[in-house]
């Protein structure tokens, strides 16, 4: 077997370099892994994702509630609602997402009430909602509480 050429390797550094700016990431801190995220593959990569909306990213420093994700497909579309919690402003979300999600596909709406953000991909909206943390989330510091929604349109 021979060694790449140096074009090949060249292209390969760039690619991993410029990674995280395409990903729409650049800029945003990301989370030190602790040993028990490394040491569970599948749990470390389903963290990466909302749960039950594929490609919807979870925003660095926002983890799953306590409250189990909903997931119903039909046959006119998927239906699914997951939320994720975190101390952060509101405001970093919105950045985040308004910065990502276009990225993937998705396509900003216009802006909705209640600071709440809306985008539009094929026959599908994803809704970010910001609750009031329960009483129990809020004792443990969670400064913001999103609900991501998925609905046919």
């Not at 799953?64 to 497909?73: K, M, Y």
């Not at 939320?83 to 802006?111: C, E, H, I, K």
Request: no cysteine.
């Amino acid at each position: 077997m021979t060694a790449p050429s140096a074009t090949a390797r060249a292209t390969l550094a760039a690619l991993l370099l410029a990674g995280p700016a395409l990903a729409g990431l650049a800029g945003v801190p990301l989370p030190a892994t602790s040993s028990a995220w490394a040491a569970d593959p599948a749990r470390a990569d389903s963290a990466r994702y909302v749960e039950g909306m594929g490609d919807v990213p979870v925003m660095p420093g926002l983890a799953p509630a306590e409250e189990a994700p909903l997931v119903f497909d039909k046959p006119a579309g998927r239906i699914a609602q997951s939320v994720m919690a975190g101390a952060m402003d509101r405001n970093a979300v919105l950045s985040f997402y308004n910065q990502t999600m276009p990225q993937l596909g998705w396509s900003r709406a216009p802006q909705r009430a209640g600071g709440s953000a809306s985008f539009l991909r094929e026959g599908e909206e994803l809704r970010l909602e910001f609750v009031e943390p329960a009483r129990a989330a809020a004792q443990k510091a969670a400064a913001t509480v999103v609900r991501f929604s998925l609905i046919p349109r």
